[in-house]
């Protein structure tokens, strides 16, 4: 079944470590996001992939970085992360020329103690 | 960017009743798209309805159904026969016509909590 997949669901983990979000999907979509959902569920976009090699930063300044090297992958990495960076990160992916909403995944709840 | 404002950050209806979660956003294009989203609790988002703004029909799917207002800017849901499962976080959101890449990105509101009744 065509669908978007993020993992971990859930991670807690200490200040300083390095951390990669893994964010696939199935549906061929060429365009993907990050969003970051804080405790109060307001959504911000923090970055967004129109294709294989090309990302953007989204509204919201964040200290991750993404890629984009396989059509499916869209990977969010924090190089060093810190309670600041406690939140929840959605993953999204739509398709060029239709009326997209978009399709979600489930979410990684992160928490940086 | 485009502004989408909810200004219902909780509302609650009791099971078969309905109810209206209202929207307003801001605006200076003439087309654009317009979505209402649904988030369970630590469940997957997902589309609700959406409507593109050069229709002046409102969209409708099943129970849910939207009161789109062009001139004032006011894209509000009616939940019709509330059911216990209706019950979570709904999000309106604002989208461009394909603008360059960007575009496609979605502007959301705060969000309002709907809370369901038996």
């Known amino acids: 079944e065509a669908d978007i997949y993020q993992t971990p669901r859930y991670l807690v983990i200490g200040t300083g470590k390095k951390i990669t979000l893994e964010c696939s999907q199935t549906?061929?979509?060429?365009?993907m996001y990050w969003y970051q959902q804080d405790p109060g569920m307001e959504l911000h976009l923090i970055h967004y992939?129109?294709?294989?090699?090309?990302?953007e930063k989204g509204d919201l300044s964040s200290e991750s970085t993404v890629s984009r090297i396989r059509t499916e992958h869209f990977p969010l990495t924090l190089e060093s992360a810190r309670p600041s960076h406690t939140s929840q990160y959605l993953c999204a992916s739509s398709v060029s020329g239709t009326l997209g909403g978009y399709t979600f995944g489930s979410g990684t709840r992160l928490t940086v103690v | 960017a485009q502004t989408v404002t909810q200004s219902q950050p909780e509302m609650s209806v009791q099971e078969a009743e309905t109810v209206t979660l209202s929207c307003t956003y801001d605006t200076s294009e003439s087309d654009y798209y317009l979505f209402w989203y649904k988030q369970p609790p630590s469940r997957q988002m997902i589309l609700v309805i959406r409507?593109?703004?050069?229709?002046?029909q409102n969209a409708t799917e099943n129970r849910f159904s939207v009161n789109f207002q062009k001139a004032a800017k006011s894209f509000s849901l009616k939940i019709s026969d509330s059911q216990l499962g209706d019950a979570a976080m709904y999000f309106c959101?604002?989208?461009?016509?394909?603008?360059?890449?960007?575009?496609?990105?979605?502007?959301f509101g705060k969000g309002t909590s709907l809370l369901v009744t038996p």
């Open positions: 992939s129109y294709g294989v090699n090309s990302t």
């Open positions: 959101a604002y989208r461009r016509i394909n603008i360059g890449n960007s575009g496609y990105a979605l502007n």
């Open positions: 549906m061929g979509h060429d365009k």
């Open positions: 409507q593109e703004a050069y229709k002046q």
